[in-house]
């Protein structure tokens, strides 16, 4: 029988299918299915075979198809050496509920796809058990709002440089206030993400506390009710491009001001748990237990963050 290149690759593309499906694929099943000899199935399963370890290597296949003695029949087998690990998954799936970053609907549907698009089959239920009871006790935020088609936006703005509009609902009189801004990067800290950007109206900026600040402002990501894509571009100079990740560093729980440096002294159990939470500090001595620290740091929150350390933190001095 002559083999019509159109039945071929209709039968090729549905014998993936079901291999995709996790279904088992039987040389004489199929052949009988399509009227075709075993000879046409194996060249059909060898020419998936091929396009799985050659055409989608480059695209991060993790897939080629096995024979299964047991089964009689020939199925996908994934990869490990390209998935991540059991132990690996578990963690960062506690690292995404520990966050309650998403609503919980949001949270269930990532925790899902994640497992499933990154765990091999046999693992899957253990994994999902392990996370199981985290999940069914998750506790969402209480802005209960998705925002990240609005993220996707925003990162496209930051990477094409344009403005951007926003409605934006203030914390302290709730408000709701338009700002035209740069968007420049989102960050993530203490269960919400942050978008920092500079606004360039000198109305706007007269009533900052740093009215010439060279720091961007910062905006909660829910509290952004509306995003416009504005056509109109900015250029920040290569060598005055901002880092989110020094910025990062230098930031507590996200409150704006202007940049400083802060010395103290500290007396605790664990000095590593200060380091931790300033990465800029640096350790100048020690003396009766008591350790002197300086660290670079940015914005109102490092108040906050001395304060609650009690008297474990003394003798501040900011410059």
Not at 78 to 106: H, M, P, V, Y
Not at 145 to 152: A, G, I, N, V, Y
Not at 165 to 193: C, H, T
Not at 307 to 315: A, E, K, L, N, V
Request: proline share 2%.
């Amino acid at each position: 029988m002559v083999d019509n290149k159109k039945d071929k690759i209709k039968r090729v593309l549905e014998i993936y299918s079901r291999l995709l499906n996790g279904s088992f694929v039987n040389k004489r099943d199929e052949a009988a299915r399509y009227s075709v000899n075993e000879r046409s199935i194996q060249r059909d399963i060898d020419d998936i075979r091929d396009f799985l370890e050659t055409g989608m290597r480059a695209a991060g296949a993790v897939e080629t198809v096995v024979y299964d003695r047991a089964a009689k029949g020939y199925r996908l087998e994934e990869n490990g050496r390209q998935k991540l690990s059991d132990s690996e998954i578990l963690a960062l799936c506690k690292i995404l509920l520990d966050s309650r970053a998403f609503t919980k609907a949001e949270m269930s549907d990532l925790l899902d796809r994640l497992v499933s698009c990154c765990v091999p089959r046999e693992s899957r239920r253990l994994v999902k058990e392990m996370i199981g009871n985290e999940m069914f006790h998750y506790i969402e935020l209480q802005h209960k709002t998705s925002f990240l088609d609005t993220m996707w936006k925003i990162a496209g703005a930051i990477r094409s440089h344009q403005y951007i509009e926003i409605e934006y609902g203030k914390i302290k009189d709730r408000a709701v206030v338009k700002r035209k801004v740069q968007p420049l990067a989102l960050l993530f800290s203490e269960y919400y993400f942050y978008l920092t950007a500079f606004i360039t109206d000198l109305e706007v900026r007269k009533d900052f506390d740093v009215v010439n600040d060279s720091f961007p402002t910062i905006y909660r990501m829910d509290r952004i009710r509306k995003l416009k894509v504005l056509e109109e571009h900015f250029h920040i100079p290569y060598s005055s491009r901002f880092e989110e990740g020094e910025f990062r560093k230098r930031i507590q729980f996200m409150y704006g001001g202007k940049l400083q440096r802060v010395k103290f002294k500290y007396r605790g159990e664990n000095v590593e748990a200060v380091l931790d939470r300033l990465p800029t500090a640096k350790v100048l001595g020690e003396e009766d237990g008591a350790y002197t620290v300086s660290a670079e740091v940015f914005g109102k929150g490092i108040d906050m963050w001395l304060r609650s350390q009690g008297d474990s933190i003394f003798d501040v001095r900011m410059s």
